[in-house]
C-alpha cells in the first residue's frame, strides 16, 4: 500500500453558501479525479485538513465519514484514510451520449440548440439541486436527430459552478453529456422513466401527431458531492425504445 508524501497546501478559496465540510469533500474528490490521489494512496489526517481548511476536526471526521459512505475512500481505525478502490455500477439506463448511441447503429446524428441561458434558480429548481434559492445554473434545450428524424428533446439545467464553461460549447459537434462526463466525473445517478402526452411545444419540436405519447426520462447525476445536472429527455414512443442488461 502506497503513501503519500505530505506538503504543505494551501486551501481551496472559500465558495459562498459552501458548507465547511462540502469544501473539503469537494476538494479531496478533485484530487482523486484529477489522479493526483491514486487507489490506495493515503490522505492527510483529520489534524492536517482541519488546519488547511482553518476548521475544527468534526467538521473534517464529517467530511470523511460522508465520504467513505459513499466509497470514495477507506477509513481504516488507527492506520488512516485511504483512497479507495473505485467501484462504477451499471443502471437500466446508462449513462451515454446520444450521439454515441446513434453512431453504434451506423446512423448519422445531428443537433439543434434550441435555448443556452443563464439563471438564477428559483426556490422549487434549486432544491433540485440540494441548493439555496438563487444558485446559478445553466439551462439548454436541444433537439437530437437520427437520420434526419426528431428522436429526442433534452432540456437539461446544469450547475455552473461544477460546468463553468458550459455556455461555450458547440452543442452540435459534442453533446452536453459528453462534456459533463469530462469536467464533472460522474458519481451518482438516479433517474425515472415514465411514459405522458408532450405538450405541445414538445411535440412540435419532435413533429409527432396529437395524441401520441413519449417515453420521458427523468434523470439526475452527482459529481463531487454536488448534482450535477438535472435532465428531462422526451423520446417520441413510436421511433424510440429504452433498453438496458444487467
Not at 131 to 140: E, K, N, P, V, Y
Not at 154 to 174: G, M
Request: proline share 5%; aromatic share 6%; charged share 25%.
Amino acid at each position: 500500500m502506497r503513501t503519500k508524501r505530505k506538503t504543505a497546501e494551501k486551501a481551496p478559496a472559500r465558495n459562498a453558501g459552501v458548507p465547511s465540510f462540502q469544501r473539503i469533500k469537494n476538494h479531496i474528490l478533485q484530487r482523486i479525479h484529477a489522479g493526483e490521489w491514486k487507489e490506495g494512496d493515503q490522505i492527510p489526517t483529520e489534524a492536517a485538513l482541519g488546519r488547511q481548511f482553518g476548521v475544527a476536526r468534526m467538521t473534517v471526521n464529517r467530511a470523511l465519514r460522508e465520504l467513505a459512505t459513499e466509497q470514495s475512500v477507506s477509513r481504516i481505525q488507527g492506520a488512516g484514510t485511504y483512497v479507495a478502490q473505485q467501484k462504477y455500477q451499471s443502471t437500466l439506463v446508462a449513462i451515454r451520449s446520444i450521439a454515441d448511441e446513434v453512431r453504434a447503429r451506423s446512423h448519422r446524428h445531428a443537433c439543434a440548440v434550441k435555448l443556452l441561458e443563464s439563471t438564477r434558480a428559483p426556490a422549487a429548481l434549486a432544491r433540485k439541486f440540494d441548493a439555496r434559492r438563487g444558485i446559478r445554473l445553466f439551462h439548454s434545450i436541444l433537439v437530437h436527430y437520427e437520420n434526419e428524424v426528431q428522436i429526442q428533446v433534452e432540456d437539461r439545467w446544469v450547475n455552473a459552478a461544477l460546468a463553468p464553461d458550459y455556455l461555450r460549447q458547440d452543442f452540435t459537434r459534442s453533446t452536453p453529456n459528453e462534456y459533463l462526463m469530462r469536467v464533472a466525473p460522474l458519481q451518482g445517478v438516479s433517474y425515472r422513466i415514465e411514459a405522458k402526452l408532450p405538450p405541445a411545444e414538445i411535440r412540435k419540436r419532435l413533429a409527432m401527431p396529437a395524441g401520441e405519447p413519449c417515453l420521458v426520462l427523468y434523470r439526475t447525476t452527482r459529481s463531487m458531492g454536488m448534482v450535477a445536472s438535472v435532465a428531462t429527455m422526451w423520446h417520441p414512443a413510436s421511433r424510440y425504445q429504452l433498453t438496458g442488461s444487467f
